[in-house]
């Protein structure tokens, strides 16, 4: 049985960081972004991206599980 891997965990980390810039350079005057994600895996998602967003900028940032 093999295995195909599609990013690695590093490759991952850059992408997230990346949504988390996207997300601060169309909200930058905003106050406070939403970042929501579906229950379970998306909501561990919706963290990452909330994390990285947070060390990048000063908005606000509200993490909701759908």
């Given at each position: 049985m093999s295995s195909n891997i599609i990013l690695t965990n590093q490759e991952i980390e850059h992408k997230i960081k990346r949504i988390?810039?996207?997300?601060?350079?169309?909200?930058?005057?905003?106050?406070?972004v939403v970042i929501a994600g579906i229950?379970?895996?998306g909501f561990v998602f919706a963290e990452k991206v909330a994390?990285?967003?947070?060390?990048?900028?000063?908005?606000?940032?509200?993490?909701?599980?759908?």
């Open positions: 988390a810039y996207q997300i601060y350079e169309t909200f930058v005057d905003e106050e406070e229950a379970s895996n994390s990285a967003l947070s060390s990048i900028s000063t908005l606000k940032v509200s993490i909701c599980e759908v």
